[in-house]
């Protein structure tokens, strides 16, 4: 007999952040502007002894976690080309052609993305809530998928594939 696959989804207040953001495009650099950004956790897997195939409250609690290193931060692309970054011991300085920011260190992410799109913070965030879930030795799992919204009707979903590699 086939065995069946289900999908769960986790939404929840605790699962948004607010950050500051700018992304590059076509020769052009945003302003810095911010977002009430909120996230869905959606993973796809077989039952599991227990009958779940993963605790809600493991994806919540991990999914929680990562939104808060994200949360009041400014979230930068450090694999960004057109985008060059130093830094002190609490300063980072960020430079776009001809414009710059300078922050407190203690006020950003740098992220190990090309952009801070939605869809590359919706992989970004997958990847983390994968390395934790394999780290838990969680087996039940087909797909991890997490959807990045940067407000109402705006969002962008990314997947890992399970086993990983
Ligand atoms: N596919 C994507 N498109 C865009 C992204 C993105 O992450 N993925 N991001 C942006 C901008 O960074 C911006 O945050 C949103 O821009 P935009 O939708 O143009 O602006 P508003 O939120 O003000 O939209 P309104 O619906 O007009 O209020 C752009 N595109």
């Given at each position: 007999m ?12 605790q ?8 992304i ?10 911010g ?6 956790v959606?993973?796809e897997?077989?039952?599991?002894e ?27 692309a ?8 130093s830094?002190d ?8 052609e001809?414009k ?11 992220l ?20 934790r879930?394999h ?11 997490v959807w ?18």
């Open positions: 086939s065995q069946r696959i289900y999908r769960l989804q986790v939404t929840k207040d699962l948004g952040f607010a950050a500051a953001h700018f590059t495009m076509r020769g052009k650099c945003e302003r810095l502007h977002h009430n950004y909120r996230v869905t959606e993973v897997g077989f039952l599991g227990d009958k779940y195939v993963v605790d809600f409250g493991v994806l919540k609690k991990h999914a929680t976690e990562i939104a808060r290193t994200l949360d009041h931060r400014v979230l930068l450090a694999e960004n080309a057109k985008i060059a970054y830094q011991e609490q300063h980072i300085t960020v430079c776009y001809e710059y920011y300078v922050f407190p260190l203690a006020e950003v992410i740098l190990p993305i090309e952009n801070t799109t939605a869809e590359l913070l919706a992989s970004y965030f997958c990847a983390e809530l994968s390395e879930l780290h838990d030795g969680v087996n039940t799992l087909k797909m991890v998928g990045v919204s940067e407000g109402p009707g705006q969002q962008a979903f990314a997947n890992i594939e399970w086993p990983q590699a």
